[in-house]
């Protein structure tokens, strides 16, 4: 089983190599993708039954509940593409599989596989939680943020309100039960990727503890901080637990009976004897302190208030302050409910604004949620900001704070006013603030604020990981999500992060062809030509090829004769980039070539897009095509792209889709060609084809 954090290039690449390591070797194997089109080839009842063993090369969380009693060898994927040979060996000597691992893909490794298992572990285990909360945040606050638009009006005693029996109330009360379900989700498929299903109870009993501050005497509860922190412990706990030697008759009940109520029990009780205390302590002792700051500056007070509303979003720091101006209201001080209110959508709003600023750091998922999460801060949502806080704690939280403060101490500045219990340019729309001209000058400064340091530290980031990423296996997730052209969080992708799947079939033709261990004339899809002609200097490519001025199409039509050139005039990575760029153009789909080039640029500088065996794959997202187009041309000295393998790009594609085509297009075309060019036979043919024509007719095979 074959699987990378995108889905797109590794997977295909690792099944690729590992069928021609089988056949070389004379081992029969079945090939499992999980693609972003989706799981294809899937193992049968009888296939996993038959296996003398199983493989996994995989940088994300697959289920492996399938494989108890069998012998299951776990690496990463590049060992996949790199090490086949050695694999195959090595499963033959691997530990049987008893179902006791967690969801993730650490296990056996081969040597050399690459990174540390329990960062690994531990990161896809937050990203996973993160996947499965992000519809939550957005179902539950879109439903909350329309309720209250077409439904709420202020109120000097209940703030924004909404008419009890009404409509827009039962709709306000759905999107509160997906808000109350978002942090136990969290926390529950955190502890789910680590110890597997026994762990999800305890999880996600555990997130609902930590978020019922009720239950330890506190006003707030933890928040998403404490979700994540359960989760890891239910998790954990899960996995020690499972370590206990029992008696046989007892074994059967572990999973289902006795793992869940020990840990749930456990857990929740140590939160709210141990842990709960601690933040009941914080609340109470928070709450004293700024009620001793409402003499000083108002600029100083401000900043204060603004940093603790969006350390946590929802949690005891931020309830701390806005409770606390609040609570101020019924005295006739609504200045200190003014500095709460402007900060408050600066976290979702300066998300939002992020994503659309950088896209290339996020996600075609996090993109979607920056968009909920823009109408969310329109409302005063703060939570539409926690996938991105929980993904990202390190660069997204510092950068909400200073945000937030800025919010915050402009508005003490001004002295703005806020009438109601709540936030965000929805309670000045409806008038309930003083001073709206600076309460949105506030707003829109911590806005900028946030989202241009949440870029700012991204991009430190990526560059540090990219440059320590490159010397070694650990650069394969990477290199993977240059090729897909999305973001892939520090260390590993989401999984949590998710993309579209490219659907078989789709926009003229595309097969969504499954992988498996034989020729590739044996797979749907496949579509070899079985007729060849030879051309004088004794290459072969299918018949009906034509000559000069051949209209065939390759690649839904992507890819045509006048985009396809012999013998590349560049030496080097930039300026093979921007001959192709220009190669590109000859077709009129391309607005704006300079731009196209700054764009493949600067994915480049994000991870290389050198796949190895003498590949490379530039690429670029951008509005200045048209529509989506692809280019190929040869080096015949090789041009160094960085590839992990060591070897010079020589066969080159260019893919340029517009934006409003990446979710989809891009994903299909570029898992056609890394799944085809693993053919070293076909590999031969491209770079023998004498012309233009001769090259188009040994690409049609793509399909």
């Given at each position: 089983?074959?699987?990378?954090?995108?889905?797109?290039?590794?997977?295909?690449?690792?099944?690729?190599?590992?069928?021609?390591?089988?056949?070389?070797?004379?081992?029969?194997?079945?090939?499992?993708?999980?693609?972003?089109?989706?799981?294809?080839?899937?193992?049968?009842?009888?296939?996993?039954?038959?296996?003398?063993?199983?493989?996994?090369?995989?940088?994300?969380?697959?289920?492996?509940?399938?494989?108890?009693?069998?012998?299951?060898?776990?690496?990463?994927?590049?060992?996949?593409?790199?090490?086949?040979?050695?694999?195959?060996?090595?499963?033959?000597?691997?530990?049987?599989?008893?179902?006791?691992?967690?969801?993730?893909?650490?296990?056996?490794?081969?040597?050399?596989?690459?990174?540390?298992?329990?960062?690994?572990?531990?990161?896809?285990?937050?990203?996973?939680?993160?996947?499965?909360?992000?519809?939550?945040?957005?179902?539950?606050?879109?439903?909350?943020?329309?309720?209250?638009?077409?439904?709420?009006?202020?109120?000097?005693?209940?703030?924004?309100?909404?008419?009890?029996?009404?409509?827009?109330?039962?709709?306000?009360?759905?999107?509160?039960?997906?808000?109350?379900?978002?942090?136990?989700?969290?926390?529950?498929?955190?502890?789910?990727?680590?110890?597997?299903?026994?762990?999800?109870?305890?999880?996600?009993?555990?997130?609902?503890?930590?978020?019922?501050?009720?239950?330890?005497?506190?006003?707030?509860g933890a928040g998403f901080i404490g979700a994540i922190?359960?989760?890891?412990?239910?998790?954990?706990?899960?996995?020690?637990?499972?370590?206990?030697?029992?008696?046989?008759?007892?074994?059967?009940?572990?999973?289902?009976?006795?793992?869940?109520?020990?840990?749930?029990?456990?857990?929740?009780?140590?939160?709210?004897?141990?842990?709960?205390?601690?933040?009941?302590?914080?609340?109470?002792?928070?709450?004293?302190?700024?009620?001793?700051?409402?003499?000083?500056?108002?600029?100083?007070?401000?900043?204060?208030?603004?940093?603790?509303?969006?350390?946590?979003?929802?949690?005891?720091?931020?309830?701390?302050?806005?409770?606390?101006?609040?609570?101020?209201?019924?005295?006739?001080?609504?200045?200190?409910?003014?500095?709460?209110?402007?900060?408050?959508?600066?976290?979702?709003?300066?998300?939002?604004?992020?994503?659309?600023?950088?896209?290339?750091?996020?996600?075609?998922?996090?993109?979607?949620?920056?968009?909920?999460?823009?109408?969310?801060?329109?409302?005063?949502?703060?939570?539409?900001?926690?996938?991105?806080?929980?993904?990202?704690?390190?660069?997204?939280?510092?950068?909400?704070?200073?945000?937030?403060?800025?919010?915050?101490?402009?508005?003490?500045?001004?002295?703005?006013?806020?009438?109601?219990?709540?936030?965000?340019?929805?309670?000045?729309?409806?008038?309930?603030?003083?001073?709206?001209?600076?309460?949105?000058?506030?707003?829109?400064?911590?806005?900028?604020?946030?989202?241009?340091?949440?870029?700012?530290?991204?991009?430190?980031?990526?560059?540090?990981?990219?440059?320590?990423?490159?010397?070694?296996?650990?650069?394969?997730?990477?290199?993977?999500?240059?090729?897909?052209?999305?973001?892939?969080?520090?260390?590993?992708?989401?999984?949590?992060?998710?993309?579209?799947?490219?659907?078989?079939?789709?926009?003229?033709?595309?097969?969504?062809?499954?992988?498996?261990?034989?020729?590739?004339?044996?797979?749907?899809?496949?579509?070899?030509?079985?007729?060849?002609?030879?051309?004088?200097?004794?290459?072969?490519?299918?018949?009906?090829?034509?000559?000069?001025?051949?209209?065939?199409?390759?690649?839904?039509?992507?890819?045509?004769?006048?985009?396809?050139?012999?013998?590349?005039?560049?030496?080097?990575?930039?300026?093979?980039?921007?001959?192709?760029?220009?190669?590109?153009?000859?077709?009129?789909?391309?607005?704006?070539?300079?731009?196209?080039?700054?764009?493949?640029?600067?994915?480049?500088?994000?991870?290389?897009?050198?796949?190895?065996?003498?590949?490379?794959?530039?690429?670029?997202?951008?509005?200045?095509?048209?529509?989506?187009?692809?280019?190929?041309?040869?080096?015949?000295?090789?041009?160094?792209?960085?590839?992990?393998?060591?070897?010079?790009?020589?066969?080159?594609?260019?893919?340029?889709?517009?934006?409003?085509?990446?979710?989809?297009?891009?994903?299909?075309?570029?898992?056609?060609?890394?799944?085809k060019l693993m053919d070293s036979e076909f590999r031969?043919?491209?770079?023998?084809?004498?012309?233009?024509?001769?090259?188009?007719?040994?690409?049609?095979?793509?399909?």
């Amino acid at each position: 089983m074959t699987a990378c954090p995108t889905g797109i290039a590794h997977t295909y690449m690792a099944a690729e190599k590992l069928a021609q390591a089988a056949e070389a070797l004379g081992v029969e194997m079945k090939v499992e993708t999980q693609g972003s089109i989706g799981a294809e080839n899937v193992f049968s009842d009888n296939d996993v039954r038959d296996a003398d063993g199983i493989i996994i090369a995989a940088d994300k969380d697959v289920d492996r509940s399938r494989f108890v009693g069998k012998k299951v060898l776990a690496v990463g994927v590049a060992e996949g593409i790199h090490h086949p040979e050695r694999l195959i060996d090595q499963v033959h000597s691997a530990p049987v599989h008893s179902g006791g691992e967690g969801g993730g893909t650490g296990g056996t490794a081969a040597p050399g596989a690459g990174g540390g298992k329990e960062r690994s572990v531990a990161y896809k285990a937050l990203m996973n939680g993160v996947s499965y909360m992000i519809p939550f945040v957005v179902v539950g606050g879109l439903l909350i943020a329309i309720s209250l638009a077409l439904g709420g009006h202020t109120d000097a005693k209940g703030g924004l309100v909404i008419p009890d029996g009404s409509f827009w109330m039962h709709v306000n009360q759905i999107g509160v039960i997906g808000f109350t379900l978002m942090v136990p989700i969290l926390s529950g498929y955190i502890a789910y990727a680590i110890g597997d299903r026994p762990a999800l109870v305890p999880g996600m009993i555990g997130g609902w503890i930590a978020n019922t501050g009720s239950l330890y005497d506190s006003k707030a509860g933890a928040g998403f901080i404490g979700a994540i922190v359960t989760g890891f412990l239910a998790g954990y706990l899960v996995l020690w637990i499972k370590k206990a030697k029992v008696p046989k008759f007892v074994q059967p009940i572990m999973p289902i009976i006795v793992i869940p109520i020990v840990a749930t029990s456990a857990l929740g009780l140590f939160f709210i004897y141990v842990i709960g205390k601690p933040i009941s302590w914080v609340f109470t002792h928070l709450t004293d302190w700024l009620s001793g700051m409402t003499g000083t500056s108002a600029i100083l007070l401000g900043a204060i208030l603004g940093l603790m509303i969006a350390f946590d979003m929802g949690g005891p720091v931020n309830k701390t302050a806005f409770l606390f101006g609040a609570g101020l209201i019924a005295t006739g001080n609504q200045s200190v409910m003014g500095m709460c209110a402007a900060a408050i959508p600066v976290m979702p709003l300066g998300q939002g604004l992020a994503t659309l600023l950088r896209r290339k750091f996020y996600s075609e998922q996090e993109r979607e949620t920056g968009m909920a999460a823009l109408f969310m801060g329109m409302f005063g949502i703060s939570e539409g900001a926690i996938p991105f806080a929980a993904a990202r704690p390190a660069q997204v939280i510092p950068a909400n704070m200073l945000g937030g403060a800025v919010a915050g101490a402009i508005a003490g500045l001004a002295s703005v006013k806020d009438a109601v219990p709540h936030g965000g340019p929805i309670v000045a729309v409806l008038g309930a603030v003083g001073g709206v001209p600076m309460f949105f000058l506030a707003v829109a400064a911590g806005t900028v604020v946030t989202a241009v340091t949440t870029n700012g530290l991204i991009g430190i980031k990526e560059r540090r990981r990219v440059a320590v990423s490159v010397a070694g296996v650990e650069a394969a997730p990477v290199t993977d999500a240059a090729v897909a052209g999305d973001r892939v969080p520090v260390g590993v992708a989401p999984v949590a992060a998710s993309v579209a799947a490219a659907t078989p079939g789709r926009a003229g033709g595309g097969s969504g062809a499954s992988v498996v261990g034989g020729s590739p004339d044996e797979r749907p899809g496949g579509c070899r030509s079985s007729s060849r002609s030879h051309n004088s200097e004794g290459s072969t490519y299918p018949t009906g090829s034509g000559g000069p001025g051949d209209s065939r199409e390759v690649l839904s039509g992507y890819l045509t004769q006048d985009t396809v050139k012999v013998a590349l005039a560049a030496g080097e990575k930039e300026a093979a980039i921007r001959e192709m760029a220009g190669l590109l153009a000859r077709t009129g789909n391309v607005r704006d070539v300079d731009e196209l080039v700054r764009v493949a640029l600067a994915r480049e500088a994000q991870g290389t897009t050198g796949l190895g065996e003498e590949i490379a794959i530039p690429h670029a997202k951008t509005d200045a095509v048209a529509a989506p187009t692809v280019g190929f041309a040869r080096s015949s000295e090789g041009i160094e792209w960085g590839a992990l393998d060591g070897t010079k790009a020589k066969l080159i594609f260019m893919v340029s889709v517009p934006e409003a085509a990446a979710g989809d297009e891009h994903l299909r075309i570029l898992a056609l060609l890394s799944r085809k060019l693993m053919d070293s036979e076909f590999r031969a043919r491209l770079a023998g084809a004498p012309d233009e024509a001769a090259v188009l007719a040994v690409l049609s095979e793509i399909q």
